[in-house]
């Protein structure tokens, strides 16, 4: 409008460069109304597609000759909407992805001890995490396992002596 286009032909432009196939026939439809002599704001009210805020705006912008600037102002408010709806759904949804990206990483590394200490969780993996060793594996379930000593590994560690439920390490 602002650059000298009859409304008829700015709504037929504008029908053409909306995504929405359903509100874009719905504006090709009030072009037709209003080439037919029908005052834009109720060509718009009649679809039912139009949100009452734009109508009202467009009624008012008929009224007072300033269709322009109202359409300017509905465009601005609406622009305001969505970035503000755009901004809530990234603050909400950002700590939803770090909380889930935290359980992938956990589980990873869950997955990944369980396989190179070969053993369950949490009982002789736990000590294997702590120590990262064949011998704290050992010492955790002396202690879990009313003293009795099973060493991760085949081979006897240099270091560790047995006795009658007891290790001591040397």
């Not at 009030?30 to 037919?36: K, L, N």
């Not at 002789?124 to 009313?146: F, N, T, V």
Request: hydrophobic share 50%.
């Amino acid at each position: 409008l602002g650059g000298g286009l009859p409304l008829v032909t700015a709504l037929d432009i504008a029908a053409k460069s909306i995504g929405n196939r359903r509100v874009a026939r719905e504006v090709v439809v009030v072009g037709e109304r209003v080439r037919e002599g029908e005052a834009l704001a109720t060509a718009m009210d009649r679809r039912g597609v139009f949100p009452e805020v734009a109508v009202k705006m467009a009624e008012v912008g008929e009224s007072t000759g300033a269709l322009q600037e109202m359409l300017h102002t509905v465009a601005d408010f609406y622009d305001d909407e969505i970035s503000t709806s755009m901004e809530r759904f990234v603050t909400l949804i950002e700590p939803v992805l770090l909380v889930a990206m935290g359980i992938v990483i956990a589980g990873l590394l869950l997955m990944s001890i369980t396989v190179q200490t070969r053993v369950p969780l949490p009982g002789s993996a736990l000590a294997s995490i702590l120590e990262g060793s064949a011998i704290a594996g050992a010492l955790w379930e002396a202690l879990g396992d009313g003293g009795r000593v099973e060493l991760l590994s085949p081979a006897r560690p240099a270091g560790l002596a047995f006795g009658a439920g007891e290790v001591t390490l040397r």
